[in-house]
């Protein structure tokens, strides 16, 4: 029996589509995107991050759905899009280009939001024709461009070469996570959430770890320890919004404000104390409200919606 992919009930529960469609990206790899809320309504597009799935935005969602049209993808290799042998910054872009072309029309503008990995996404992308011809507006959530291994704080002790070679084996570990228990939901809080997140919070984000392909998740993490986007990050012309919990220890307010130094339009970083790496489900109404900010600020709402 498969193991569970997220929870089923409750604010974490991914709520049903209103359509899915299969998106071919550049390479031929198949994504599985998914489309909710009313087609005339203003879009979001999320991008999700490493080891993660289109249900780690259930409570954006299921709250920016309601009057928003929002598009969420499962990056290659994780949720319901297939692995693929080629994985790759580059990718990542060619990925998100693919679905905003399949899923917008031409020169419709949406506010796109990426997480993690789909915060990286959208800076490599920041250059290509698509994303320019369709991003009105960006929020970049627990994320980082570079030195993503060296400024984890993962391992406890103090920077360096030391610190860095453990972080680098813990995060690219080939061993499976296997099945949810009580010790893994307090290794998975430890490494990617607060100290006070809620146990269905950890619950949620475990469920979806977990399911995550041990291969696809080893074959990310080396893609993540060599990844140097601090060029894209120049290039993202964009409004551009940045999120990180004070607590993150995958990518830590070092990174947020290294962003915000780089990007030629920020409109700031909002630190959330006490939180972690997962800030759209330790912050569901935090994070939505932020997107919903950005959509009412710099996208133009459809004649005769």
């Known amino acids: 029996m498969s193991r569970p992919t997220s929870v089923v009930s409750g ?17 031929g790899a198949r994504l599985h995107v998914e489309v909710h809320g009313s087609e005339s309504a203003p879009p979001v597009v999320l991008a999700h991050g490493w080891t993660c799935s289109t249900a780690f935005w259930a409570a954006q969602i299921r709250e920016l759905a309601v009057d928003h049209r929002v598009i969420a993808y499962d990056q290659r290799g994780h ?8 994985c790759s910054a580059d990718g990542l872009a060619d990925d998100l280009e693919a679905v905003l072309e399949a899923t917008l029309g031409p020169g ?11 915060g990286m996404t959208v800076m490599a992308a920041a250059e290509r024709l698509a994303f320019r011809g369709h ?23 103090r ?7 453990l972080t680098r084996h813990v995060l690219g570990a080939r061993a499976p996570l296997g099945p949810v228990t009580p010790l893994a939901l307090r290794i998975l809080k430890y490494g990617t959430m607060g100290p006070g997140s809620a146990p269905h919070m950890v619950e949620a984000c475990a469920r ?9 998740r080893y074959a990310w993490s080396q893609v ?3 990844l140097d986007l601090d060029h894209g990050v120049r290039q993202l012309t964009v409004p551009t919004a940045v999120v990180v919990g004070t607590a993150d220890r995958l990518t830590p307010p070092v990174h947020a404000h290294q962003l915000a130094a780089a990007l030629p339009n920020c409109l700031g970083v909002t630190e959330l104390p006490g939180l972690g790496h997962m800030t759209p489900v330790e912050a569901p109404e935090l994070v939505s409200a932020r997107i919903r900010e950005l959509v009412t600020t710099y996208v133009q709402v459809k004649e005769g919606a």
């Open 159 to 165: 920077a360096g070469r030391l610190r860095t070679w």
């Open 208 to 216: 979806i770890v977990h399911a995550c392909p041990r291969k696809v």
């Open 135 to 157: 991003a009105a507006a960006v929020l970049l959530c627990s994320t980082g461009s570079s030195r993503l291994v060296a400024e984890s704080t993962v391992v406890p002790i």
């Open 79 to 86: 949720g319901r899009s297939p692995a693929s042998p080629a």
């Open 11 to 27: 604010p974490y529960a991914p709520p049903a589509p209103a359509r899915e469609l299969t998106v071919l990206s550049a390479d």
């Open 108 to 118: 419709e503008k949406a506010v796109i939001a990426g997480h993690s990995m789909g």
């Open 224 to 226: 993540l320890d060599l």
